[in-house]
């Protein structure tokens, strides 16, 4: 019994030795680093990248023009082997500083190049006169040629917004495909409002309304036929059925400004 339980004690010996002695190995190993997630901040869309960079240079203005016909154009770039292949870029954002020199009510165009370029199968299309500088490219920017608009050595020459539209909304009802709205192609740049309200500190409830109205009148118009203000409250189901109208912004709304 006394070398049985001698070898017992042993074994239990051993054994916690060797439970023991992981734990503190384990207690002596570096920690693993720990990992996390890339924030969002560290990743891009490098073609979006591009595309920002790209839409805000403004190249030299083409002052001349080769003179041919349509036919003749669409020829030509047959004859040089020009197509869908030879694209350099095939998505752009329509977000050029000569537009937003005068106006920015809307965002920026994400315009699938790549995607108009297979649709239609023909430069010519968009890219219809190239510069008379031998050296230039036959597919040149639209800026290039549209700028601002109404110059006084060139007033043949639609502006870049004006060129835009013209040529994307009149593309789009002829093939009967593609938006032809504002919000169809842009979303509204909706303005900072702080930087547009006039407004004391703490003011009253009615003198913020009278600041939107400032600038939102018709929309204040409008509201004033809407059944949210022409609402005189549930009458048929007052107490004692007695048809009270106690609520509602055309009665007693105590924000009835």
Known sequence: MTR???GVRLIVMVALAGI???SAALAAAPAPAATTAPAETDWFAP??????????EVVPFVEAVMDEC???RQQRLRDKGLGVNDQSESYFLLDSPIIRKTED???PVRFMHAKHASETKDC???HHYRPLDASASETTRCSACHQQPFQKDHPERLGLKAAYHQQCMGCHQKMNKGPVDCAGCHRKNVPDHKDLIQLAD?????QVTAECLRCHRPAGED???SAHWLWKGPSSYTLEHRKEVQLGKATLATNNF
């Open 4 to 6: 049985t339980g001698s």
């Open 20 to 22: 023991f002695g992981c």
């Open 47 to 56: 073609d979006q990248e591009a595309a920002k960079r790209r839409s805000q």
């Open 70 to 72: 349509r036919l003749c």
């Open 105 to 107: 009510h809307y965002g």
């Open 124 to 126: 010519a299309l968009c």
């Open 202 to 206: 703490n003011p009253e409830p009615s």
């Open 223 to 225: 509201m004033l036929k």
